[in-house]
């Protein structure tokens, strides 16, 4: 046994510092001398030392007797097998050594026999001597002692005849009593006491025999096993009688499973309920017998175990072949998830007699359990990209009579409570909670942490086929070839980032509650809903949360690069549109133009508005995402602006300096950018520092061809008020044409406000 680094580190701890690891044998050569007196060694050590010196050492040595023990505990049930093997062994040779020594008794009084008779011969004398002899050994009555042994052989052979267990027990008994009386006083001659020897010890196998074989009769009792056990036991064989025991109990077993299979159960739920109960409570019946009768000794507790090992192996391969097998295989999650908590449940009530028998199933359930899950993460994807490829991703109440699992049911909720999906979300919804709910049932961290995995791996293939609606989308197809129905408007678009926003910001991490271990649930009060909120705010769930998002966060970025692109280039031939001959045009005509923002950011404000107007209705409760969104999409197209080459090339390289007009026109859109921008909330640090960064350059190329900017730029209010009238008539026109559409009653002609003079 290794003695923990740090022990009896204490320099007042006497000599035995177990913390010097290098002289620890010398240290202990004290303790080996024969005449080693503890008393004196403890006083003469700690006479000197103080009460809490003495408290920290008699905790140190608590604790290294602890830890002696869980050691030896690990040691003894690590070689379960080569224990009972050797303790075999040792009953075997104890067995062999009696026997021998009755061999040696036999012999010793043979010879003390032949002894005597020569002597007797040596010492005759006269011819008629040895005729007197053979007539004294011939014709002589039986001593007492003699007489007393042949009744007492005829008495064990009658009781054991007539199979009178108790008196045949007692006469053993007595004939152990007078032997060892009679070997201690010397009164009974070797031949004797060797032939008592003998028959004690036969009768006493021949005893052991009938019990074993009444006690293998299947219709003998409980009771009858346990008194026949403990009678082997009291003779002497306690490893016979406690291996007769635990055969008995297999046998009872193994009777009772077969009349389970051919009394036409079908293999499922009950079938497991009524094994797993017959199993597991005859495997508690068999350790309270031994516990009773043969107490917690290390060699009946060890062949306890293993033998209880070997009965649930039986049993998980009766519940692979009959219960698990086919419905893991079709992805039946529910099926072996019910079956598991069944068996399982029945095996931990074992843990208070001390057989944890627990890991013996896991090991022989995971690959099932696995494999079911595997399953049905794989039929999730099919089905939910089955329904993608026809989804006209219009968000729509779930169906009438389901209920989404996502929410806790509340009395007289109304549809309204109820999220608002498209088909296939509602469809990858409902299959992941009812994947959550059945992973739960088994309570289990590791099974918890594997579905956990394959929800993100459910969902980052949702969210790929989301992407892949989007129209130009790189990727036209998901894997395996399935196709995605094309999201082709805003609102449609729209939809899909609502469909993941919800799954991944509520409905996902309340599925993935259902995963949560009992004893990792916070403590609850009278209201479900404001429980299930406090366990979304734990620190996993808040990780499961911000995983989650990235995913919709690729989806998020996917959309503004497709709105920014389609902006940006034209859709004919791909020629950008923001370029800087829009610019340099500008200075080509002799009259001052009339001075509004480009087309290219009118269009990026109304498609700003529009997005802000759907995202208030499909985001409800969740304006920081839809801020984001508008963010974002501000970002894609002021970066791709930053980062042009060719725009910047003309610009500092070109033929010519922006000229005058030019410089105004660049200038007003960008302080329409950030002015709408910032009065929407779509203006980031990020985007304004980036605008600055792009006006800065413009100007400075224009002081590097020797030009004054100062004097080509009106003053910062002109632009503002220019900005503000172009916000104002965007927002007009906006509404009227919005009108046209809803009402015929409307005037078809267009309005617009006249431009604002100088």
């Not at 006690?215 to 082997?232: H, K, N």
């Not at 025991?245 to 499973?257: A, D, G, P, T, Y």
């Not at 429980?531 to 503004?560: A, G, I, M």
């Amino acid at each position: 046994m290794s003695i923990p680094d740090g022990e009896f580190s204490s320099s007042n701890a006497g000599d035995l510092d177990f913390g010097q690891e290098v002289t620890l044998g010398d240290k202990l050569k004290a303790f080996k001398s024969s005449g080693f007196d503890q008393e004196s060694y403890v006083s003469a050590k700690c006479r000197t030392t103080s009460e809490k010196e003495i408290k920290h050492l008699v905790t140190c040595l608590l604790d290294l007797k602890k830890a002696s023990a869980e050691e030896m505990r690990k040691s003894v049930y690590a070689n379960y097998p080569s224990f009972i093997r050797v303790s075999r062994e040792i009953s075997d040779l104890e067995g062999q050594l009696v026997a021998l020594r009755n061999l040696l008794s036999n012999r010793a009084a043979i010879i003390h026999t032949l002894a005597e008779g020569t002597r007797s011969e040596s010492t005759s004398s006269g011819p008629g001597s040895r005729k007197k002899g053979s007539f004294d050994l011939e014709d002589r009555e039986p001593t007492k002692m003699e007489v007393w042994l042949s009744q007492y052989i005829d008495k064990l052979n009658i009781l054991l005849a007539e199979r009178r267990v108790d008196e045949a027990l007692t006469a053993l008994t007595e004939g152990e009593r007078v032997a060892k009386e009679e070997k201690s006083n010397d009164s009974m001659t070797p031949e004797i006491l060797s032939s008592l020897q003998d028959t004690i010890t036969e009768q006493r196998q021949k005893l052991a025999d009938q019990l074993a074989e009444s006690a293998c009769q299947p219709s003998s009792s409980g009771t009858e096993l346990r008194s026949s056990v403990e009678i082997i036991k009291k003779i002497g064989d306690g490893p016979r009688a406690h291996t007769l025991l635990l055969n008995s109990h297999h046998q009872k077993l193994q009777s009772k499973i077969q009349g389970l299979q051919t009394s036409g159960s079908t293999y499922g739920v009950a079938y497991t309920a009524a094994l797993s109960q017959l199993v597991f409570s005859i495997i508690a019946q068999a350790s309270s017998d031994s516990l009773a009768i043969f107490g917690d000794q290390p060699l009946y507790t060890s062949e306890l175990v293993t033998w209880s090992v070997k009965q649930t192996d039986t049993f998980a391969h009766l519940m692979k072949r009959h219960v698990i097998a086919s419905p893991s295989a079709s992805g039946g999650l529910r099926t072996v998830a019910e079956c598991v908590q069944i068996s399982m449940g029945h095996c931990y009530l074992l843990e208070a007699r001390g057989l944890a028998l627990a890991p013996v199933l896991l090991r022989h359930f995971r690959p099932c359990v696995d494999q079911a899950l595997n399953a049905n993460l794989k039929r999730i994807e099919t089905s939910t990209a089955a329904l993608a490829a026809a989804d006209d991703w219009s968000l729509t109440y779930p169906p009438i009579g389901t209920r989404s699992l996502g929410t806790p049911p509340t009395f007289g909720s109304s549809i309204l409570s109820q999220p608002k999906l498209s088909s296939s979300a509602h469809r990858f919804n409902l299959m992941v909670q009812e994947m959550c709910e059945d992973i739960g049932l088994l309570r289990s961290s590791s099974f918890s942490t594997q579905a956990k995995e394959g929800l993100h791996q459910v969902f980052n293939s949702y969210v790929h086929m989301l992407v892949n609606a989007l129209p130009g989308s790189s990727e036209t197809e998901n894997l395996e070839g399935r196709i995605v129905n094309t999201a082709e408007d805003d609102t449609q678009q729209i939809a899909l980032l609502a469909n993941a926003l919800l799954l991944a910001d509520e409905l996902l991490p309340r599925a993935a509650l259902k995963l949560m271990p009992i004893q990792q649930c916070l403590p609850t009060d009278n209201s479900p809903r404001r429980n299930s909120d406090k366990n979304l705010r734990t620190p996993e769930q808040r990780e499961l949360k911000k995983r989650l998002h990235r995913y919709v966060d690729q989806l998020r970025d996917s959309f503004c690069r497709k709105h920014a692109l389609d902006l940006i280039f034209t859709e004919d031939d791909g020629n950008p549109r923001l370029n800087a001959h829009m610019y340099f045009e500008m200075d080509e005509n002799s009259e001052e133009p009339e001075w509004f923002p480009s087309k290219i950011f009118q269009e990026l404000y109304s498609k700003l508005c529009g997005f802000a107007r759907l995202a208030s209705d499909m985001f409800v409760g969740r304006d920081r995402f839809s801020s984001l969104l508008l963010i974002r999409l501000t970002e894609t197209v002021i970066l791709w602006l930053s980062d042009e080459q060719s725009f910047w090339e003309q610009i500092e390289h070109g033929p010519k300096p922006l000229g005058p007009f030019g410089l105004r026109q660049f200038y007003l859109d960008m302080q329409f950018v950030m002015l709408f921008a910032s009065q929407g909330r779509y203006l980031s640090r990020n985007s304004h520092q980036v605008i600055k960064n792009i006006i800065s350059r413009v100007i400075g190329s224009i002081v590097a061809a020797d030009g004054d900017p100062d004097s080509m730029l009106p003053e910062d209010e002109w632009f503002a008020n220019h900005a503000e009238s172009a916000i104002k008539m965007l927002t007009v026109n906006a509404i009227l044409e919005k009108e046209e559409v809803t009402s015929p009653t409307v005037a078809t002609s267009e309005t617009a406000l006249p431009p604002i003079e100088e």
